[in-house]
């Protein structure tokens, strides 16, 4: 492979894995044992730099399709890390990409469980609310009185996201 852009596949069972421990931490050893596979010549072994996760984050923020666009939701990742916390997004965000898909909360994606979840223009559907239910605190903010996260959160702020968001950043900081 001499030009980039590379493609690779690596077909299901190809390598066997071997858990070492190496300046006390453990990582893993990829093998490649498959007779039929030996084009495979050489592989690098990187660790993994582990980030706290969204099923891990004590406070997550998610961004629904009410934000309205990828800036308005980067803006609201920025708030996320402000409070210490992780952004997630409802589907319709995710496949606008105005964030990645890893993000996804709800039936489709992550099943979250954080102490602190604040929604920001997310409606509130069963297949969203099943990924935050276990969350010990919502906070919703959407425009719509009507909408059905609401009800199912601790607070309630009817009012556009934004003016609160911005709100709440200056009183932070
Ligand atoms: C099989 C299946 C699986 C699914 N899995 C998932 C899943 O895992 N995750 C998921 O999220 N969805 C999933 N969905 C889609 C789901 O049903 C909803 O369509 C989706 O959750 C709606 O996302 P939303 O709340 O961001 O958008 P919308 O329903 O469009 O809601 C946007 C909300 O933003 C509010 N709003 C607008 N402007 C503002 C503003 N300025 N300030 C405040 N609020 C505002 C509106 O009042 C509205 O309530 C799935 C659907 C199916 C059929």
Do not use: Q
């Amino acid at each position: 492979m001499k030009k980039a852009p590379y493609f690779i596949t690596i077909s299901k069972g190809i390598f066997e894995c071997e858990l070492k421990e190496c300046n006390n931490k453990n990582i893993t050893i990829l093998k490649n044992n498959d007779e039929n596979n030996k084009h495979i010549l050489s592989y690098d072994i990187k660790k993994e730099e582990k980030t706290e996760s969204i099923e891990d984050a004590k406070i997550i923020v998610v961004a629904g399709r009410g934000t309205k666009n990828k800036e308005a939701v980067n803006e609201l990742e920025g708030f996320a890390e402000l409070i210490g916390g992780k952004l997630g997004i409802s589907r319709p965000v995710a496949m606008s990409a105005w964030a990645s898909m890893d993000k996804l909360i709800g039936v489709s994606g992550i099943m979250a469980k954080p102490k602190l979840c604040i929604t920001a223009g997310v409606s509130g559907s069963a297949a969203f609310y099943a990924g935050i239910e276990k969350s010990d605190f919502i906070i919703a903010i959407n425009s719509d009185e009507h909408s059905a996260i609401l009800k199912k959160s601790d607070v309630a702020i009817i009012d556009d996201y934004k003016a609160i968001i911005d709100e709440l950043v200056n009183y932070i900081k």
